[in-house]
C-alpha cells in the first residue's frame, strides 16, 4: 500500500551520498558533470597538476641541465675556503712551475722584462681571485676568463703561444691544492679544481683566439685597402703607356715609303672609331 502510494504521488528518493575516492583517472570527467546544487555533486579533492606537452616538459628539463654548474656546491666550497688562506704569491708560484714543466715557456719568460713578469703574476692572481669570488655565476667568471685571455695577445711579442695554456692550467690546478694546508683530502681538492681551472682557462683560450682573429680581421682589411691603391695605380700607368704608343713615330726602316696619308683616318671611319688601313702594304700584298 506505501509502495503503490509513493509512485502515484510522484515523489523521488534521493539516492545514498557515494564516497568516492581521489583516483584523478577515475573522477576525471565526473567533476565538470556536476550540478549546481552543492548538495548532491560529487566533491573531489584532486592535486593539481600541469598537463602540459611532453615536449615542454623535456626542453624545461634540457634548460636545467644546460643552466647546471660544471662545478658541484660541495666543490664550490672547497675552493671558496682554500682562497681564504694567504694566497699573494700564487702567480709567481705558477709562473715559476710552468717554467720548470716546459723549456719554450722558460725560454719566453727569461726573454720578458721584468715589469712584464710582475704584471703576468699579479694578473694570474688578480684571475683566480676575481673568479672565485663569482664562482656560483658562470656569465662572469667566462667575461673575466676571456678579459684576461685578450690582454695576453701582447705577450706574443715576446715569445708567448697558444700552447702554454694547457700547462700554465696543470701549473694553477697544482698550486692551488697546497692552498688547502690539507683540510680536506687530497682526491677532492684535485677534482674540484681540476674542474675549475679547466672551465676558467677554456674561457681563457677563447679570449685569446677571439682577439687574435679580430686583428687578423683588421690587417687584412687594411692590406687589402693599400694593396688596391697600390694596383689601381700600375693600372693607370699602363693605360698611359698604351695610350702612348700610337702617338710615336714609327722610325722608317728598308724601302718602306708609307706615308702618313696611310695612317690618316677618313670621315666615315673616324665615326666609327676605325683607322684607315695602309693601302700600300695592301697592294705589296696582293
Known amino acids: ?43 573531489v579533492d584532486r592535486p593539481q597538476i600541469s598537463r602540459g606537452r611532453s615536449g615542454s616538459a623535456c626542453s624545461e628539463r634540457s634548460n636545467s641541465i644546460k643552466g647546471k654548474h660544471p662545478v658541484s656546491i660541495r666543490y664550490r666550497q672547497l675552493i671558496a675556503s682554500c682562497f ?52 656560483d655565476f658562470l656569465d662572469e667568471m667566462k667575461r673575466m676568463a676571456e678579459d684576461f685571455g685578450e690582454k695576453l695577445v701582447h705577450y706574443r711579442s715576446a715569445g708567448f703561444k697558444a700552447d702554454f695554456f694547457s700547462c700554465l692550467a696543470d701549473a694553477t690546478i697544482k698550486e692551488c691544492t697546497f692552498l688547502d694546508n690539507a683540510v680536506h683530502p687530497a682526491h677532492q681538492t684535485l677534482s674540484a679544481f681540476s674542474q675549475f681551472i679547466t672551465m676558467v682557462f677554456s674561457s681563457v683560450r677563447d679570449g685569446f683566439y677571439n682577439e687574435m682573429r679580430r686583428l687578423r680581421r683588421a690587417s687584412n682589411s687594411f692590406s687589402t685597402g693599400s694593396g688596391g691603391s697600390r694596383k689601381k695605380t700600375s693600372i693607370d700607368s699602363n693605360s698611359n703607356f698604351e695610350l702612348a704608343l700610337p702617338s710615336r713615330s714609327a722610325s722608317p ?16 671611319e673616324c665615326e666609327e672609331g676605325f683607322l684607315k688601313p695602309p693601302t700600300m702594304v695592301s697592294a705589296r700584298m696582293c
Open 1 to 43: 500500500m506505501d509502495r503503490r502510494q509513493s509512485v502515484n504521488t510522484g515523489r523521488v528518493c534521493q539516492p545514498p551520498t557515494i564516497r568516492v575516492g581521489t583516483s584523478i583517472s577515475f573522477n576525471e570527467g565526473l567533476i565538470a558533470s556536476g550540478t549546481g546544487n552543492s548538495s548532491n555533486s560529487l566533491q
Open 84 to 135: 681564504q688562506n694567504p694566497h699573494e704569491v700564487v702567480g709567481r708560484k705558477i709562473l715559476k712551475r710552468t717554467v720548470e714543466m716546459r723549456s719554450d715557456f722558460a725560454k719566453f719568460y727569461f726573454a720578458a722584462t721584468q715589469e712584464q713578469r710582475e704584471e703576468l703574476e699579479e694578473s694570474i692572481k688578480v684571475l683566480l681571485k676575481k673568479t672565485v669570488c663569482n664562482i
Open 253 to 268: 726602316s728598308g724601302d718602306s715609303r708609307l706615308s702618313d696619308e696611310c695612317f690618316t683616318p677618313t670621315v666615315h
